[in-house]
């Protein structure tokens, strides 16, 4: 049975004020009427086998018992089995009346071809596959596929979609994410994919409509990142002019994902989006555009989580490792709401979680780093 319900403005309040004795006040933010923790569950790295499985399962109620309400996924990570370990973690959690429902922001993505529990074992594995689950359906054709391995048609989004929910559980999802749209840049033109764009995202206002979505925004790789003129450069007035295409002005496009650590800074240091005639960064761009920031790859995937240089820790004391302190940067950028992290092993979250007991760090420090380059 699905889980009812969704994250509140009350759920989530009452969520950070019952885990206030072991986090900081300020690891809490509320934007769009929710409390987010400052720290967010990320579930994409691991094999698909029942190891990585169970550890999932264990790391994901562990880290919202340890004040993390912040949960991200996506129906292609580790071929759905992260969204399903989720549903396991969540089951536990509501059935031991620990968290209720709307206590948690849960997102997800929609965009590259999933494979159901494991990969295809060859070609001619491939094509039963796709035939089997979207072709002969009429989920989406050979020619809607991008890059071999993208696609967002409406039939096919709504059809992940539908996945997602079945995984994890839910009625609804609180943010759902076209995943990586850049990368239908790379066959068809500017035009035809804010088109493709605008169409995905009616789709997903349906989706609120119905109830199974609460809000819904983009997650991104290289998009955002990218100056303008590049092949998968995204300008946000343009992706949000396709909302409001979509939507109206009262449209549900509320969030972007994009990656910023201490090697990817581009989000914050990097002037490429147009505001109000002048050019500024993403994550100011986006903050006068009322959108929320939750940022992946904050520890570049464990790269930075150890060897950083000294100025790191003289920037952010009072950490015992690069990975907490590499967490500290990204969640101390302004305009950063949320910093996700990889936690599939319980060492890991007790680390990742022992950043929240202080507060981010100011803006006068953080910029210190950049001065200090």
Same mark, same amino acid.
């Given at each position: 049975?699905?889980?009812?319900?969704?994250?509140?403005?009350?759920?989530?309040?009452?969520?950070?004020? &019952?885990?206030?004795?072991?986090?900081?006040? $300020?690891?809490?933010?509320?934007?769009?009427?929710?409390?987010?923790?400052?720290?967010?569950?990320?579930?994409?790295?691991?094999?698909?086998?029942?190891?990585?499985?169970?550890?999932?399962?264990?790391?994901?109620?562990?880290?919202?018992?340890?004040?993390?309400?912040?949960?991200?996924?996506?129906?292609?990570?580790?071929?759905?089995?992260? %969204?399903?370990?989720?549903?396991?973690?969540?089951?536990?959690?509501?059935?031991?009346? %620990?968290?209720?429902?709307?206590?948690?922001?849960?997102?997800?993505?929609?965009?590259? +071809?999933?494979?159901?529990?494991?990969?295809?074992?060859?070609?001619? $594995?491939?094509?039963?596959?796709?035939?089997?689950?979207?072709?002969?359906?009429?989920?989406?054709?050979?020619?809607?596929?991008?890059?071999?391995?993208?696609?967002?048609?409406?039939?096919? +989004?709504?059809?992940?979609?539908?996945?997602?929910?079945?995984?994890?559980?839910? $009625?609804? +999802?609180?943010?759902?994410?076209?995943?990586?749209?850049?990368?239908?840049?790379?066959?068809?033109?500017?035009?035809?994919?804010?088109?493709?764009?605008?169409?995905?995202?009616?789709?997903?206002?349906?989706?609120?409509?119905?109830?199974? +979505?609460?809000?819904?925004?983009?997650?991104?790789?290289?998009?955002?990142?990218?100056?303008?003129?590049?092949?998968?450069?995204?300008?946000? &007035?343009?992706?949000?002019?396709?909302?409001?295409?979509?939507?109206?002005?009262?449209?549900?496009?509320?969030?972007?994902?994009?990656?910023?650590?201490?090697?990817?800074?581009?989000?914050?240091?990097?002037?490429?989006?147009?505001?109000?005639? %002048?050019?500024?960064?993403?994550?100011? *761009?986006? *903050?006068?555009?009322?959108?929320?920031?939750?940022?992946?790859?904050?520890?570049?995937?464990?790269?930075?989580?150890?060897?950083?240089?000294?100025?790191?820790?003289?920037?952010?004391?009072?950490?015992?490792? /690069?990975?907490?302190? *590499?967490?500290?940067?990204?969640?101390?950028?302004?305009?950063? *709401?949320?910093?996700?992290?990889?936690?599939?092993?319980? /060492?890991?979250?007790?680390?990742?979680?022992?950043?929240?007991?202080?507060?981010? &760090?100011?803006?006068?420090?953080?910029?210190?780093?950049?001065?200090?380059?």
């Amino acid at each position: 049975m699905a889980h009812a319900g969704f994250a509140t403005t009350e759920g989530t309040q009452s969520y950070a004020q &019952a885990h206030s004795s072991v986090c900081h006040p $300020d690891h809490y933010r509320q934007l769009n009427g929710l409390w987010l923790s400052s720290i967010g569950v990320g579930t994409y790295l691991g094999e698909a086998d029942e190891a990585t499985d169970a550890a999932y399962r264990e790391s994901v109620a562990a880290a919202v018992r340890g004040g993390c309400n912040v949960i991200d996924t996506a129906v292609n990570y580790r071929f759905q089995r992260s %969204e399903r370990n989720i549903r396991a973690a969540l089951d536990d959690l509501f059935a031991a009346g %620990e968290v209720s429902r709307d206590a948690l922001v849960i997102s997800t993505k929609g965009g590259f +071809i999933p494979f159901d529990t494991h990969p295809p074992t060859g070609q001619a $594995d491939f094509m039963d596959y796709m035939r089997k689950t979207y072709f002969e359906p009429g989920v989406c054709t050979p020619e809607d596929i991008v890059a071999n391995c993208h696609c967002m048609t409406p039939a096919y +989004i709504r059809h992940e979609l539908d996945a997602s929910l079945e995984n994890l559980g839910l $009625d609804t +999802i609180d943010v759902y994410y076209v995943h990586n749209p850049e990368t239908q840049l790379q066959e068809v033109s500017r035009e035809i994919f804010l088109s493709r764009l605008k169409d995905a995202f009616e789709t997903l206002e349906g989706a609120v409509a119905e109830g199974k +979505i609460k809000s819904y925004g983009t997650a991104t790789w290289n998009g955002y990142r990218m100056e303008p003129g590049e092949g998968e450069y995204l300008s946000l &007035a343009e992706v949000l002019g396709a909302a409001q295409a979509a939507g109206g002005e009262n449209h549900h496009f509320r969030v972007v994902q994009l990656p910023l650590n201490l090697g990817m800074p581009e989000a914050f240091s990097k002037p490429n989006q147009s505001l109000n005639g %002048e050019t500024t960064c993403f994550l100011a *761009a986006a *903050a006068q555009r009322g959108v929320t920031v939750m940022t992946s790859g904050s520890i570049l995937q464990g790269r930075a989580a150890e060897g950083l240089p000294p100025i790191i820790g003289e920037v952010f004391p009072g950490f015992s490792t /690069d990975g907490q302190r *590499a967490i500290q940067f990204t969640r101390s950028a302004p305009g950063v *709401a949320v910093a996700l992290v990889g936690m599939r092993q319980m /060492d890991h979250v007790v680390e990742n979680m022992e950043v929240a007991q202080s507060p981010p &760090a100011s803006f006068d420090d953080f910029i210190r780093l950049f001065r200090e380059e």
